[in-house]
């Protein structure tokens, strides 16, 4: 696979629709997570009150992902996107005005991620469950590939951006940016135009549908041990470089130093996905699991070195160990999981993945006052590595191989 024919994919008129749509919804997301977080500590240099911001998103993100696996499962797809940025842009702009003026406390800035959160459930699942409706089977990897060559590229200015804009003229023009994103990103989904997929029959309800999907996850091993995993994974990245490396780093190396470790994450990231349009894993999860193992280098990193260049090595590290993984996700969500409860599927992963992030949010400041920051980035780099290797010794993870497409584009023992 080349440049060119990752690129040719384009020609997919929904898809490139969508892709341009994500595009610009990214420009302003690239920055939104640097944006947020100092937004916060210009309200309050507390990393508890940041942690708590964080997980007023997540929670209800968690507490809704089921029933939004159903509604895209349910309904159009990119109808249900096109609503979620809606109402993500106006609460963003509302937290983008609160900051920019000067009004905004703490207890604003979490109704209004909760708001975000909660359309989140719904969008996540729908965006995920899109992409197999918009190509061919066998343009899955160059589709996948090609988005997250944009994500990459984007994120390596984005969070630098940010940071200038931090230092510059404040958190909150991040945040405005992210909002007009949203709008415009769903402005562009107007054109796409799918086929409705097949009705769910006349007794089918929200709850016998979550019951077929569970049925499905809890039956097919690969998924439930990693989704398992990633309760734990992130739950673990999150605290450490979301609630406690912000304002350590601040404190240290200073916020540009931080900016500029993210935007060498998402270099990693972008080397890696040039790399991969050359490479085709045979065994897709064994090398994302490895791939993952790499995000525990800049947790050491934070413990023992926490200065600009050896943490923005480290990172460019993780950014292209999670590439690795996302790809063999993808690849293995989409060639192994029906269509028709796709969304499902992702809901259920997000749910098991995403449950202990608030925890993670939440415990990590108080972590971090009681033993101290660079004991719990050191320790937690160690669970995280324990987690990652241990997951790749399950077989049913470590020998899932690749899908074979048919000459139609239908998959060959895809599951039915």
Request: aromatic share 8%.
């Given at each position: ?23 610009v ?6 920055m939104?997570?640097v944006?947020l977080?100092f937004?916060?500590?210009?309200v ?29 499962d ?6 249900v ?7 993500s842009g ?5 937290a ?8 905004a ?20 699942p729908?965006?995920?469950g ?29 969070p630098s ?13 991040g ?15 107007l054109p ?15 709850v016998?549908?979550?019951r ?11 998924l ?5 995993a ?9 605290g ?9 780093v601040?404190a240290g ?9 993210n ?6 990231l ?12 045979r065994?897709?999860?064994r ?20 200065h600009t ?19 063999g996700w ?27 992030i608030?925890?993670g ?7 971090g006052?009681w033993?101290?920051d ?13 987690i ?18 048919s000459?139609?584009g239908?998959?060959?023992?895809a599951?039915?």
């Amino acid at each position: 696979m080349s440049v060119k024919e990752s690129l040719g994919v384009l020609r997919e008129r929904n898809f490139s629709w969508f892709f341009w749509s994500r595009f610009v919804n990214l420009t302003g997301g690239t920055m939104a997570s640097v944006a947020l977080a100092f937004a916060v500590l210009e309200v309050t240099d507390s990393a508890s009150a940041l942690g708590q911001v964080l997980a007023a998103r997540s929670i209800p993100m968690v507490v809704f992902l089921l029933l939004g696996g159903v509604i895209a499962d349910r309904f159009p797809r990119a109808l249900v996107l096109q609503l979620s940025n809606v109402t993500s842009g106006l609460t963003q702009g509302t937290a983008a005005y609160l900051v920019i003026s000067g009004h905004a406390e703490i207890w604003m800035l979490i109704a209004l991620e909760a708001v975000n959160g909660a359309t989140s459930a719904a969008s996540m699942p729908a965006m995920q469950g899109l992409i197999p409706q918009l190509v061919p089977k066998e343009r899955l990897q160059p589709a996948n590939v090609l988005l997250s060559m944009s994500r990459g590229a984007l994120s390596v200015a984005g969070p630098s951006v940010a940071a200038v804009l931090v230092v510059t003229v404040g958190a909150g023009w991040g945040l405005a940016v992210d909002a007009a994103t949203y709008v415009v990103a769903s402005l562009m989904l107007l054109p796409v135009r799918i086929p409705p997929r097949a009705k769910a029959g006349p007794g089918a309800t929200i709850v016998s549908e979550l019951r077929v999907g569970w049925t499905f996850f809890r039956t097919t091993t690969w998924l439930w041990v990693v989704v398992l995993a990633f309760c734990f994974l992130n739950a673990i990245q999150v605290g450490t470089m979301q609630v406690l490396a912000p304002p350590y780093v601040k404190a240290g190396a200073g916020v540009q130093a931080w900016g500029f470790a993210n935007s060498a994450e998402s270099a990693g990231l972008l080397v890696m996905t040039l790399v991969l349009l050359q490479v085709t894993f045979r065994f897709p999860l064994r090398a994302g699991m490895l791939g993952m193992l790499c995000f525990a280098l800049p947790m050491g990193v934070l413990a023992l070195a926490p200065h600009t260049v050896p943490l923005v090595v480290a990172m460019a590290v993780a950014g292209a160990g999670m590439e690795v993984f996302s790809l063999g996700w993808s690849m293995a969500m989409m060639e192994n999981v029906p269509g028709e409860m796709l969304s499902r599927a992702y809901s259920y992963d997000m749910l098991g993945s995403f449950v202990a992030i608030p925890v993670g949010q939440l415990v990590y400041g108080p972590l971090g006052s009681w033993f101290g920051d660079k004991e719990v980035f050191l320790a937690s780099g160690v669970l995280y590595a324990a987690i990652c290797l241990a997951t790749v010794a399950v077989p049913a993870v470590a020998r899932l191989p690749r899908v074979a497409s048919s000459p139609d584009g239908a998959p060959e023992g895809a599951a039915a």
